[in-house]
């Protein structure tokens, strides 16, 4: 059984950044794309960056050029550098791998 738990949420002022990290208790990365996704509210959940195994990365057009998703699959960790926040991005962020999901982790952008 695989767990994943999402960490670096917070609150930040619009142009600032954050980074949030997901670590997984089983080795997948090597194997599986990582995908993270956010639901912000009333809002159907979105995919924002996924990173394959060969290190591709595919991107949201909202967040192309502000976001990077990268993994260290000697930590078995995935993370998410957000630059340039705007209040549009505030949402839950999730982590997901294969069927597995993370609890979320809140992501605040306002002044």
């Known amino acids: 059984q695989v767990q994943l738990v999402e960490s670096g949420g917070g609150l930040v002022q619009p142009g600032g950044s954050l980074r949030l990290s997901c670590a997984a208790s089983g080795n997948i990365f090597s194997i599986y794309p990582m995908n993270w996704y956010r639901q912000a509210p009333g809002k159907q959940r979105e995919l924002v960056a996924t990173?394959?195994?060969?290190?591709?990365?595919r991107y949201a057009d909202s967040v192309k050029g502000r976001f990077t998703i990268s993994r260290d699959n000697a930590k078995n960790t995935v993370y998410l550098q957000m630059d340039s926040l705007k209040p549009e991005d505030t949402a839950v962020y999730y982590c997901?791998?294969?069927?597995?999901w993370g609890q979320g982790t809140q992501v605040t952008v306002s002044s």
């Open positions: 997901n791998g294969k069927e597995y």
């Open positions: 990173i394959f195994s060969g290190g591709w990365t």
